[in-house]
């Protein structure tokens, strides 16, 4: 169930996201880079306040969003809507495959 919930956090932050990034994409994709840069630092520093989810998760996160937010900014707009899933799509498969594969 705890799954299942961080999964809904992760749609409405998508749909939040499309809905507030028509204007201002480049600082959607900025405070997605800012927020999965500090969870990869408080995940490495042992100090993060939520559920248990793998380091790397956070790290590779971080990379995807760090290259989306570049990439809108120098070559070509990307829509906000696929940018914003190319950056969530690791975390909402991750919970998705906790909820429907046990892990013993």
Do not use: A
Request: hydrophobic share 55%.
């Amino acid at each position: 169930m705890e799954n299942f919930k961080i999964l809904v956090k992760w749609l409405i932050f998508y749909f939040l996201g499309i809905i507030f990034g028509k204007k201002f994409p480049h600082l959607i994709y900025f405070l997605c880079m800012i927020g999965f840069l500090t969870g990869f630092i408080l995940r490495i520093l042992k100090i993060y306040p939520g559920k248990h989810e793998p380091i790397y998760l956070d790290g590779v996160t971080f990379l995807i969003s760090i290259c989306v937010f570049f990439y809108y900014k120098y070559y070509k707009q990307i829509d906000i809507k696929y940018g914003l899933l190319l950056i969530f799509l690791l975390h909402i498969l991750f919970n998705l495959f906790k909820i429907f594969v046990k892990f013993y």
